[in-house]
């Protein structure tokens, strides 16, 4: 697929990045499902964004050592957008109690998990010259993808929250490009060949490690305001359904606009991109916690997702430059089970930081104590990134 046109690899952008961007429809109409079951716990309604996280975590590695030698990447594709309309787009009909879904987010998340090594299979697909590209330009869409459905999802959870279930019908869409426009990149049978050759790679290098670790951090910080913007606007007294999606759509916004020109901020910052994204999130957090304005908010959020998208794009970036070709999709997906295990348990880092926060009069409840511990966290990970940085300046030097 190296030598395709740019608009075929646009198209088949789409259906590798339209499920993961899909992945936060619901995030809008949290605050209205906790009224349409008030009877279940915020912790509980919260499952509905982070239980696909959950799938991802414990599913994604076992894909990954699989896809490309076992199953092609066609066969996962196309099963993981089946799998993810599927569950999408069940809530809609299948809503009797809250735990039908949950299930319906649990058959979701299994198709979702199938997406964990996009990344390698962007890489493999599009050739190792274009990934940075191809990699930005597939997160872009997907960040389109989640502008539009979170703003349409607020909107039409004003009406009813069923209806935001069905634009989950994306996924149906992703499907039918994977199964008539991917073709399966030789390199996957080269690669399987040297493995049997018995060719192996060292998977868990130094780097692997330190940025599986970083990844999980920077999930626990961002995934509050993705799961929990929508009780923060509420709280504040700045909005409904259709200004919390406002504010949900500002964080894929700024997440798209990274993506676009990931490519020039790679080639201008280098190993120092994460950083810059740490200080970009951690302006963001500080709009949003003293905003009076939905405005704010929206600002905020733009900050939070252009920042947190940099760390993103750049972490399997790295990851990808180090470690051999058969570990590539291994890697990838460790990296996003990383964000996916740090992503379920935002909830927990969420009471965790009211718990420790409580002490601070100007921390009034759990989500905005998660805001506060995020800038806090992230000023320890840009340190720490900092140091390796210079560490490997001096050892290139």
């Known amino acids: 697929m190296e030598n395709q046109a740019a608009w075929k690899k646009w198209i088949l952008s789409f259906g590798i990045f339209a499920c993961v961007g899909s992945t936060i429809f619901a995030s809008p109409i949290?605050?209205?499902?906790?009224?349409?079951y008030p009877d279940e716990s915020m912790t509980t309604i919260r499952l509905i964004t982070t239980i696909p996280s959950l799938m991802s975590f414990t599913l994604a590695l076992a894909f990954a050592s699989l896809v490309g030698k076992k199953i092609?990447?066609?066969?996962?594709?196309?099963?993981?957008?089946?799998l993810s309309f599927?569950?999408?787009?069940?809530?809609?009909?299948?809503?009797?109690?809250f735990g039908q879904i949950i299930v319906a987010r649990l058959i979701y998340g299994l198709g979702f998990s199938m997406f964990a090594s996009r990344n390698a299979v962007v890489a493999q697909s599009f050739g190792q010259k274009d990934a940075a590209l191809w990699m930005g330009r597939g997160t872009f869409l997907g960040n389109v993808i989640s502008i539009l459905g979170q703003l349409a999802s607020g909107r039409l959870g004003d009406i009813n929250w069923r209806y935001s279930f069905l634009l989950y019908f994306v996924c149906l869409g992703a499907m039918i490009v994977n199964l008539l426009l991917f073709r399966e990149p030789e390199k996957a049978a080269e690669q399987s060949k040297s493995e049997s050759a018995g060719q192996k790679e060292k998977l868990f290098t130094p780097i692997v490690v330190i940025f599986a670790l970083l990844s999980v951090c920077s999930a626990l910080c961002v995934y509050p305001y993705i799961s929990s913007i929508s009780n923060f606007v509420a709280a504040r007294g700045l909005g409904s359904a259709s200004q919390s999606s406002w504010a949900s759509a500002a964080f894929s916004l700024g997440g798209a606009a990274t993506a676009l020109l990931f490519g020039r901020f790679y080639r201008a910052l280098g190993r120092w991109t994460a950083n810059v994204g740490y200080v970009i999130v951690i302006l963001g957090y500080l709009c949003v916690l003293s905003a009076n304005h939905i405005a704010m908010v929206v600002l905020g959020g733009v900050l939070c997702g252009a920042g947190n998208n940099l760390t993103v794009l750049f972490i399997p970036k790295r990851v990808l430059e180090s470690v051999g070709p058969s570990r590539q999709a291994l890697a990838v997906a460790l990296m996003a089970g990383a964000i996916s295990f740090g992503s379920f348990f935002s909830s927990y880092f969420m009471v965790a930081a009211r718990r420790v926060g409580s002490f601070l009069p100007f921390l009034h409840n759990e989500v905005e104590a998660a805001f506060f511990a995020g800038i806090c966290l992230f000023l320890l990970m840009f340190a720490a990134l900092a140091v390796l940085n210079m560490r490997e300046s001096k050892k290139s030097a």
């Open 86 to 97: 599927v569950g999408g787009v069940l809530p809609a009909f299948w809503n009797q109690s």
């Open 72 to 82: 092609r990447y066609k066969t996962a594709l196309v099963a993981g957008s089946l």
């Open 30 to 36: 949290v605050q209205t499902l906790s009224e349409a």
